[in-house]
């Protein structure tokens, strides 16, 4: 988790935590660690607080996330704008030799664009967290139960673990992937077990009886 929600006490919210040796080094939102023994109860009291935490932000910003959404357009809207209005701005000054605060509106015009890029990069990220952490939340117990091979099919990550701990590593789009596959291997076995719970399978090569 790299962002926080309204009310929520940054140095109390987990982002990350790592095995070093015989102990666990848990970085918090604002920066801070903290360090415990490494033990598998310590690991799994980890790992629930942090699905906790993920439920709660998710719960709460879930709210707002069409508001966040607008806000990006916006956002975008007011970037382009900016950009707009300063090539207009220079084709007509180019075109009739007019030298009237270049310097003054390029600057002008610097510091919005970047502003309003850096505010467009913080919202976007903000929201694709929040859609991340969705879909695992959602697809975390399925997850479970799905073959490593398989749940990672055609995801860039070589990372072959992914868990509340872990999410962070992985995109949007391979976490979209990885949905995907747990859908599709759910249907396929699920369908698997009902034929063969009511009629003999027609195989492409079929096994000699044992004896």
């Avoid at 967290?129 to 055609?154: A, H, N, Q």
Wanted: hydrophobic content about 35%; overall charge negative.
């Amino acid at each position: 988790m790299k962002y926080g929600y309204e009310g929520a006490d940054l140095s109390e919210l987990i982002n990350n935590y790592k095995v070093e040796g015989d102990k666990i080094v848990v970085t918090f939102l604002d920066k801070s660690t903290f360090e415990v023994a490494l033990t598998e109860g310590t690991e799994k009291t980890l790992l629930e607080e942090m699905l906790k935490q993920a439920y709660d932000r998710n719960t709460s910003e879930e709210m707002c996330l069409a508001q966040k959404r607008k806000r990006r357009a916006i956002t975008l809207g007011i970037y382009q704008s900016i950009i707009g209005i300063s090539a207009a701005f220079f084709a007509y000054t180019n075109y009739n030799n007019v030298q009237f605060f270049p310097i003054f509106f390029t600057g002008l015009v610097g510091i919005g664009i970047t502003l309003n890029g850096i505010d467009y990069k913080i919202q976007k990220s903000e929201i694709e967290e929040l859609e991340k952490y969705s879909i695992y939340l959602r697809i975390k117990d399925k997850i479970e139960k799905t073959p490593s091979d398989t749940l990672f099919c055609g995801v860039k990550n070589k990372k072959r673990s992914i868990t509340i701990n872990t999410l962070d590593n992985f995109t949007l789009g391979d976490v979209k992937i990885i949905e995907q596959n747990v859908s599709r291997f759910q249907r396929l076995t699920d369908e698997t077990e009902e034929k063969l719970g009511t009629e003999e399978p027609t195989l492409t090569y079929r096994f000699p009886p044992f004896e």
